[in-house]
Nanobody, 125 residues
Framework: QVQLVESGGGLMQAGGSLRLSCAASGGTVSRYAMGWFRQAPGKEREFIATITWTGGATWYSNSVKGRFTISRDNAENTMYLQMNSLKPEDTALYYC??????????????????RGKGTQVTVSS
């Protein structure tokens, strides 16, 4: 069974950058769409980015578009999220997930059926 483990979170000042990684083990995720979610305390889960199995197409929520970049390395079974120009409102638990129903953009967040435990990102003002 596929397991996903996120890393790269931490404490950063506003305007800074972080790069999150999502490593898959126990199986391949290279044929499926993958995505990033985040959840801040007291708020609902937010779907922020997805990428096709080839990495050739991506989608971003308006809240991160232009600042975050999703990418993947199928040879390494790993996905990334480069986060630039961080804002205090980006503070959240970030986690990655796989949509096994799609190899294109996984635009329906309810179809992501495998997720990691997350990595905390805290942005100070």
């Amino acid at each position: 069974q596929v397991q996903l483990v996120e890393s790269g979170g931490g404490l950063m000042q506003a305007g800074g950058s972080l790069r999150l990684s999502c490593a898959a083990s126990g199986g391949t995720v290279s044929r499926y769409a993958m995505g990033w979610f985040r959840q801040a305390p007291g708020k609902e889960r937010e779907f922020i980015a997805t990428i096709t199995w080839t990495g050739g197409a991506t989608w971003y929520s308006n809240s991160v578009k232009g600042r975050f970049t999703i990418s993947r390395d199928n040879a390494e079974n790993t996905m990334y999220l480069q986060m630039n120009s961080l804002k205090p409102e980006d503070t959240a638990l970030y986690y990655c997930a796989v949509d096994r129903t799609s190899s294109w953009l996984g635009l329906d967040p309810t179809l992501y059926n495998t997720r990691g435990k997350g990595t905390q990102v805290t942005v100070s003002s």
